[in-house]
């Protein structure tokens, strides 16, 4: 099953786990282990936006476990494994009666389905270099992924500056089910291919101040549609449709402060994407990490979100397109967003407890969005999580 945008964001949340993520250019001493689990609950949509009174949306379960260890003085090894069991309902397509406002029709509340990663990351560093070679697999009930990885870091004779080039590549197979029923739906497997490019320079500014600048590029071709989604154009139902070729380009960068006389840090992040769907994208990360007595450490943050629509799209589609593409997809729409969160750390001996929160709020006028129509099925979610990490 294709995944929404949170549950992209959420993997990638789950794929963090920042107590083990530390060292990136050097062997960690010890062996690590890290275990997480997270509770995401999407809100039900207001009444007077659903056409069809089904108004619960998605709940997902995730555990993910994560292994780093160190083979010898120049190898390690880590072992991600993530297990997502999601259900619920999502949005199908769009209807507009004369007069009012598009409304969202979803799907039936009966949707049910478990999602596998695995991933292994060999890191060799010799000095100042340090080469990465990945390999990961991601299975669902309908959708298989497999790519590679391969990254190179070098540091200069001073140890204060990292120049870091990476690039990976994936196939993804979708087997979209239920398609005597819904003729939409192809009924052959369908294929998608991507590629994507990395480079990084990382800065020691001072003892107080970490930099880092990265620009990315990802060419994804093939079936990039969403086989479950539908589009009502001119009186008849038709199938999600998206250009077969996108191209992407990202411009990120991160600060790390460091406040001696407060004992705490301030991560200030700013990325920018632009593909040639006509999407463009600002984000904005604040957190500040606050260490306490006790081994207690307490991090409340916010991210601001805001993109553009991509040129296809419609909140509802009252002509025919000369190229074919239709969608109503939310994500696809201009909106804002903004992220609360609020994680708690209290370290041991040779373990730490963690406990975090975020609540998400999306709009059509949220942040620097400014969207003529919007979207009837924008998210708003919860998510909890608990975790511990253990080092021997």
């Known amino acids: 099953m294709k995944k929404n945008n949170a549950l992209l964001a959420l993997s990638a949340a789950a794929a963090c786990l920042p107590a083990l993520q530390?060292?990136?250019?050097?062997?960690?001493?010890?062996?690590?282990i890290g275990i997480r689990h997270?509770?995401?609950?999407?809100a039900a949509l207001d009444e007077d936006k659903v056409l069809n009174q089904q108004l619960d949306r998605y709940d997902i379960e995730v555990n993910q476990f994560r292994?780093?260890?160190?083979?010898?003085?120049?190898?390690?090894?880590?072992?991600?494994y993530q297990h997502e069991k999601m259900s619920g309902a999502s949005p199908w397509y769009t209807f507009q009666l004369p007069g009012e406002e598009p409304k969202q029709v979803m799907s039936g509340a009966s949707i049910e389905d478990t999602r596998k990663d695995y991933a292994?990351?060999?890191?060799v560093a010799l000095d100042r270099d340090v080469l990465s070679l990945g390999a990961a697999r991601s299975t669902e009930d309908d959708y298989d992924s497999t790519s590679f990885s391969v990254g190179y870091a070098k540091e200069?004779?001073?140890r204060l500056?990292?120049?870091?080039v990476s690039a990976d590549v994936?196939?993804?197979?979708i087997y979209p089910v239920d398609t005597e029923t819904f003729r939409t739906r192809p009924d052959t497997e369908q294929s998608k291919h991507s590629n994507s490019y990395l480079v990084s320079y990382?800065?020691?500014m001072n003892k107080h101040w970490l930099m880092k600048i990265a620009a990315g590029y990802s060419r994804k071709s093939g079936y990039l549609s969403d086989p479950y989604k539908q589009v009502f154009v001119t009186g008849s139902l038709i199938g999600d449709s998206r250009p077969q070729k996108r191209i992407s380009r990202t411009l990120a960068m991160q600060n790390r402060l460091f406040f001696d006389e407060y004992d705490a840090a301030l991560h200030l992040d700013y990325r920018f994407y632009d593909d040639d769907w006509g999407i463009q994208s600002n984000t904005v990360d604040l957190a500040w990490y606050q260490n306490l007595d006790a081994g207690f450490q307490i991090v409340p943050s916010i991210r601001l979100y805001e993109q553009s629509e991509a040129f296809f799209y419609e909140s509802f589609h009252t002509e025919q397109r000369a190229d074919g593409n239709y969608s109503t997809d939310y994500r696809l729409s201009e909106y804002g967003a903004v992220t609360y969160g609020l994680k708690i750390t209290k370290a041991f001996e040779n373990w730490a407890l963690m406990l975090s929160g975020e609540k998400y709020y999306s709009g059509g006028s949220t942040f620097l969005a400014d969207a003529e129509s919007e979207n009837p099925a924008l998210l708003d979610f919860t998510l909890i999580s608990v975790g511990v990490d253990f080092t021997f």
């Open 156 to 158: 200069s004779e001073d």
């Open 120 to 123: 292994a990351t060999l890191k």
């Open 38 to 42: 997270y509770n995401y609950e999407e």
């Open 202 to 204: 990382a800065r020691i």
């Open 22 to 32: 530390a060292k990136a250019q050097q062997i960690a001493q010890d062996f690590e």
């Open 161 to 164: 500056t990292t120049w870091s």
């Open 67 to 80: 292994l780093v260890a160190p083979l010898s003085d120049t190898m390690q090894l880590n072992v991600d």
């Open 170 to 173: 994936s196939n993804d197979d």
